[in-house]
């Protein structure tokens, strides 16, 4: 049996067993070859890796699923559970049987050693979130800026006292921004966002006019001058995925790679020139594809373009209007900015 342990051990998982229910099949079911009838859930396996293990498309985990009316939970699976392959009025499903380790009782619900299947990778996505924000220009020029040190210094560090200029409300607490450069459509030259990078936080401690006195108190890099602040943002981060396919056709493109770089692999963040505006939510798979190549038929004398190629997949965990983030899930071949992203 093929290992189904594709992702890095990091990855704590991506859910797509949620909300199931008997959906019509009326085409063939998307289940991979050589699959077994039944499969036992172990310690280190993710509900991605398990959907990618029996389909073909693992965003589709939902629709061949088969409600067990006697697990009350059946979005939580153990290790040691087991997923069986059924035919159900002659069409494929996969069912769930919890382990015997899982004890459920009136008011009590105890937990074997192991704890259930992660469903979402905070680590990879959280650690980007701290570190990267989409703002407008309305929201930088309206933003409070670093203008010195304490004792005219140039650079600030954690637990130092800086000054910065602007209005400032009755927020206690700030993060300090380094602001970068917009992100622009190549296609349309449209700005649809602008780069923040959190480099720390701090607390304020008394205004004076429009000079504030703050206290660096979580610092990533060496606090500078011109540094924003803007008040701590509340993120909408579900604590569950649903990995689907999106709602509206999606054609973009991938803009750039988190750290800067040009390639882009397994499990690399990167942004995208689709939006909420386009439809996008977070949990939207899409496909990524290599550019066809332009190659010259000798017979005819001419240049022709190939077609574009398969070569990896993502899935948004962050919208905003005009753009949003996607986690690399596979890639079968090195990607890098400006692949196509579509519908997948």
């Given at each position: 049996m093929k290992k189904i342990l594709k992702m890095k051990k990091t990855l704590l998982g991506v859910v797509a067993a949620c909300t199931f229910a008997v959906i019509a099949f009326?085409?063939?079911?998307?289940?991979?070859?050589?699959?077994?009838?039944?499969?036992?859930?172990?310690?280190?396996?993710?509900?991605?890796?398990?959907?990618?293990?029996?389909?073909?498309?693992?965003?589709l985990w939902p629709e061949i699923w088969y409600v067990n009316p006697q697990i009350k939970n059946p979005h939580l699976i153990y290790p040691g559970d087991m997923i069986s392959l059924v035919y159900i009025d002659g069409r494929p499903r996969l069912t769930l049987e919890r382990s015997r380790n899982v004890k459920l009782s009136p008011g009590v619900k105890v937990l074997p050693h192991a704890a259930a299947i992660p469903a979402l990778p905070l680590d990879?996505?959280?650690?980007?979130l701290s570190r990267n924000r989409i703002v407008t220009q309305e929201e930088i020029d309206a933003?409070?800026?670093?203008?010195?040190?304490?004792e005219k210094r140039l650079l600030s560090g954690v637990n130092d006292t800086f000054y910065a200029r602007g209005q400032f409300d009755e927020t206690p607490s700030y993060g300090l921004y380094r602001i970068g450069k917009p992100?622009?459509?190549?296609?349309?030259?449209e700005e649809l966002g602008i780069r923040a990078q959190d480099v720390g936080s701090a607390k304020l401690k008394t205004v004076d006019g429009d000079i504030g006195t703050l206290l660096a108190t979580r610092v990533i890099e060496e606090i500078r001058i011109g540094e924003r602040l803007l008040p701590h943002e509340e993120r909408r981060l579900e604590s569950v995925f649903y990995p689907d396919s999106p709602d509206s056709a999606i054609k973009g493109i991938?803009?750039?790679v988190e750290g800067g770089l040009s390639q882009v692999g397994h499990l690399d963040v990167v942004a995208i020139n689709q939006g909420e505006r386009e439809g996008l939510k977070q949990g939207d798979v899409l496909a990524i594809f290599k550019r066809g190549e332009t190659v010259t038929d000798k017979i005819a004398k001419e240049k022709i373009t190939l077609p574009n190629e398969r070569a990896g997949l993502l899935m948004v965990f962050r919208t905003f209007e005009k753009m949003s983030y996607g986690l690399i899930l596979n890639a079968e071949r090195p990607l890098a900015v400006n692949d196509i992203v579509e519908n997948p």
């Open positions: 009326a085409a063939e079911a998307p289940f991979n070859e050589n699959i077994p009838d039944k499969y036992t859930v172990k310690t280190g396996d993710t509900l991605w890796d398990i959907s990618d293990f029996f389909l073909r498309d693992p965003w990879i996505v959280n650690n980007f933003a409070p800026y670093v203008v010195a040190g304490y992100y622009v459509d190549p296609e349309t030259k991938i803009l750039a």
